[in-house]
């Protein structure tokens, strides 16, 4: 079977691969479209399968909200170099990915990868797209956070992204927006003291001690001192007892309680890739 100019941009246009990545499938095809459809596909299974060591260390992080702003998702699609990352259809892919997590209400990356899109599941549509991009192509991370309220935040750039959903609906937009932008720009390790783990605190105890016991401090006092290192480690990693940065004078939590005196923050996420 003959191909025509016609069906390589066809083919190009269904598959997203270069021109003459299209034209040699359709060679190798015989002129036969579906056939080709599949050598390129296939193609793109062995790049991956190629790259498969490679360190896909670059990409972007997007997150958004629900029309109804009670859900958010965060995802990250990693590639290998800057230059994929900032491409205009490489980043559009990566927010059709979100857009339909967002609709499914997917609850795990691996229900992410397994969501149709355009006929397709996601997993296979990231293997295909590492075929087209000649580079690794990796869905890595997602989260979603429900609650009565969930604000999103992209910093420029697409390296970072915020999620936060807070215990009021129809809260301020802007307001939301701030302690987004305080979880990018502070990155606080949970929302209060009582949501940090044991395991934290026992290792913020223990590197206190040693430091001040490296700085002659007496052993019987070291326990007492490490608990107030403890408490400034508190006040300046958990979200709502951080300086709120837009004024220092305030704390984040005073901050939300001069809007609603009942208004916090349920849970946040933040994600960062090479910052």
Do not use: W
């Not at 909200?65 to 590639?79: E, Q």
């Amino acid at each position: 079977m003959s191909f025509t100019t016609a069906d390589v941009v066809k083919l190009r246009k269904v598959t997203g691969a270069g021109m003459m990545d299209c034209k040699g499938a359709l060679a190798d095809a015989g002129g036969n479209f579906e056939r080709a459809v599949e050598i390129i596909r296939e193609k793109g299974k062995l790049v991956a399968n190629k790259r498969a060591d490679r360190d896909a260390a670059e990409g972007v992080v997007l997150a958004k909200v629900s029309d109804n702003r009670k859900l958010g998702a965060l995802v990250v699609l990693n590639c290998e170099t800057d230059f994929v990352a900032k491409n205009e259809n490489f980043v559009v892919f990566a927010d059709s990915i979100l857009n339909i997590a967002i609709a499914n209400n997917a609850d795990s990356l691996e229900t992410v990868k397994s969501l149709y899109l355009n006929g397709r599941t996601i997993e296979a549509q990231v293997t295909e797209q590492t075929g087209v991009i000649g580079e690794k192509i990796e869905l890595s991370y997602y989260s979603k956070i429900d609650a009565e309220t969930v604000v999103s935040y992209i910093h420029p750039g697409n390296k970072l992204a915020t999620l936060v959903g807070f215990n009021k609906p129809g809260i301020d937009v802007q307001l939301a927006k701030d302690v987004a932008m305080q979880v990018a720009a502070m990155a606080p390790v949970a929302v209060d003291k009582d949501f940090v783990s044991q395991e934290v605190i026992d290792k913020e105890l223990a590197i206190a001690k040693e430091k001040f016991r490296l700085e002659g401090k007496p052993e019987a006092m070291l326990d007492k001192i490490a608990q107030g290192a403890l408490q400034k480690f508190f006040q300046e990693s958990t979200l709502l007892n951080q300086t709120f940065v837009k004024d220092g004078k305030i704390s984040v939590k005073e901050y939300l309680a001069q809007n609603n005196k009942d208004l916090t923050v349920t849970s946040f996420d933040r994600y960062t890739l090479n910052l």
